[in-house]
């Protein structure tokens, strides 16, 4: 059985996002955050309390179950993860981007009650883009291959161009 969390196990700091150099942005179009990359999703779902109230779902418009999400991701199962993002939104890379999470589910966030609340947007784009770049051969995923996810970033149009 798991450990519980609590607002004293989790990491206390929001995993930071980092954000293409303002010299380097002021020459090109692409996105200003770079986004997390699956380590830095991973570490940011570790933050998730898993509450059994679920006020986050209930903060989300489309009715997305986040802890079952930000589970999946802990737990490296990434496609499980993107199952449970589409499982009630069949456009989640779209909205991901112009969803008002900060007032939505991280809004109603129980960490939020103590701490900056968990990412959300951060960590489900982590999994929509590394999904897209995969394809469909989920069995390639694991954070050590040249195919994995870990050295994508979200967000970054740049990467997804390369491959």
């Given amino acids: ?19 293409q150099d303002p010299q380097a942005r002021a020459k090109n179009f692409e996105e200003v955050a770079c986004g997390y990359s699956i380590e830095d999703a ?9 509450c059994p ?26 496609r499980g993860a993107y199952d449970i993002l589409t499982d009630t939104n069949l456009l989640p890379s779209i909205c991901g981007r112009v969803c008002p999470q900060e007032n939505q589910c991280e809004g109603v966030c129980t960490v939020r009650e103590s701490l900056e609340p968990v990412a959300t947007r951060s960590s489900s784009a982590a999994t929509l883009r590394s999904r897209s770049r995969v394809g469909s051969s989920w069995s390639s995923w694991s954070t050590s291959s040249p195919a994995s996810p870990a ?13």
């Fill in 1 to 19: 059985m798991a450990k519980k969390r609590t607002i004293r196990t989790i990491p206390q700091e929001r995993t930071p996002m980092r954000e």
């Fill in 42 to 50: 991973l570490r940011e779902s570790e933050r998730c309390m898993l």
């Fill in 53 to 78: 109230d679920e006020p986050c779902i209930a903060g989300c418009p489309v009715g997305i179950d986040i802890p079952g999400f930000i589970q999946k991701l802990g737990e490296k199962d990434f």
């Fill in 151 to 163: 050295s994508l970033s979200l967000l970054n149009p740049a990467a997804s161009r390369a491959s």
